[in-house]
């Protein structure tokens, strides 16, 4: 490292971890907070033997929390798993999840199954691309968009074939859409009415299961997720698991910095001291993944930048105080113009701001 070099931080903001795709990634940054350890075990231990158990059944795993509790890095660590468990490159891995993401109310004048299934027939055929992009052996299923569960079918059979398993990650579904141990038979009828879709997304997901076949899912509904897996019958309940996310821990503020720090030498880079971070969380204090990952990069980033030793209770503090003037100084909503929204086509992926909430909601 030369002088002028500035020391790294070691909270820098990554995004989501994929070990799965990028061989740099390093699994020790996974830290064992927000239940994201407890849930990865119950995953291993859902699936001992990967191989095996994916071409027995077909499995469906659904990852729920609020918004920025780790959902998407917990994602790519199970994928990963798999990957290392599958030999001989067998696993095909296909991220879709920059897709459409389904909404609650169809178009005007289309009923909700119609939209519905126009919805994940696109999908299915942007899966069955990503396919044949990683093997030709797939066939392309170029401009047929058929119904996504016949098309679930025959991809199992080519797995089978060519002795391949799949791992697929869906889009993240909007949780406006109530479960159906929630939604009474009158609000069913009106939401119909309405051109709402009723039926939950990983009621579709359930049906297209087929052995050799994977799907990852998030839901930032951790209650509509239970009551739906309560519904389901015994089979079904031995294809599918969710995992379940939720705020951080008391010292897990703390456990998380210890993590990171653990291994710098740099005697350059702040160190902070237990009972800062432990304050974080305390007296019911309510945080998450994404916010620790965030407060943590901004305030080694500043802190490093003004030559700072160690991070106090004062820099945190004026960090939250930046945060409050930075909100009070945003347009109220009076003030905005709006503009009239642009239609965007049914083959168009998410919009600017669907894609900047993937890259901020989850490390």
């Known amino acids: 490292m030369t002088p002028e070099e500035p020391p790294r931080n070691p909270f820098r903001n990554t995004g989501a971890l994929r070990p799965w795709e990028d061989e740099s990634a390093d ?4 830290v064992a907070v927000d239940h994201t350890l407890e849930q990865f075990r119950r995953f291993v231990a859902y699936l001992s033997d990967p191989p095996r158990d994916i071409r027995s059944r077909g499995r469906l795993i659904v990852v729920t929390g609020g918004r920025g509790s780790g959902k998407t890095s917990l994602i790519h660590r199970c994928v990963n798993h798999v ?14 999840t920059r897709h459409q993401r389904l909404r609650n109310r169809g178009p005007e004048g289309s009923g909700p199954d119609n939209f519905q299934d126009n919805y994940f027939d696109r999908l299915t055929h942007h899966v069955l691309t990503e396919m044949n992009g990683l093997s030709e052996r797939y066939t392309d299923p ?11 079918s025959r991809l199992a059979s080519s797995l089978r074939r ?18 159906p141990s929630d939604t009474t038979d009158a609000e069913a009828e009106a939401g119909a009415e309405a051109g709402e879709l009723i039926e939950h997304p990983v009621e579709s997901y359930m049906q297209f299961r087929n052995k050799g076949i994977i799907f990852f ?44 720090l653990k291994d710098v030498t740099d005697q350059r880079v702040p160190i902070v001291r237990e009972e800062t971070m432990t304050n974080l969380l305390a007296n019911g204090r309510s945080m998450t ?8 990069s901004e305030l080694w980033n500043a802190a490093i ?31 905005v113009v709006r503009s009239r929204p642009v239609e965007r086509r049914d083959d168009e992926t998410t919009d600017e701001a ?10």
């Open 27 to 30: 699994e020790q940054l996974y």
């Open 83 to 96: 990957k290392n468990k599958v030999p001989g490159g067998k696993l095909k891995i296909v991220d879709v």
């Open 142 to 152: 170029g401009s047929n968009i058929g119904p996504a569960a016949s098309a679930y």
């Open 162 to 179: 060519e002795g391949d398993l799949a791992a697929i990650l869906l889009p993240a579904f909007l949780d406006q859409v109530s479960s």
């Open 217 to 260: 899912a998030e839901s930032r509904n951790p209650v509509a997720m239970a009551a739906w897996y309560k519904d389901l019958d015994a089979d079904a309940q031995a294809e599918t698991i969710v995992l379940t996310l939720g705020p951080l821990k008391p010292g897990d503020g703390w456990r998380f910095a210890r993590e990171r």
């Open 289 to 296: 993944l994404s916010h620790l990952g965030q407060l943590c």
């Open 305 to 335: 930048a003004r030559g700072s030793l160690e991070i106090t209770d004062e820099d945190i503090a004026r960090f939250y105080e930046r945060q409050a003037d930075t909100l009070q100084r945003r347009p109220r909503p009076d003030d």
């Open 354 to 363: 669907d894609a900047l909430e993937d890259e901020t909601d989850d490390e």
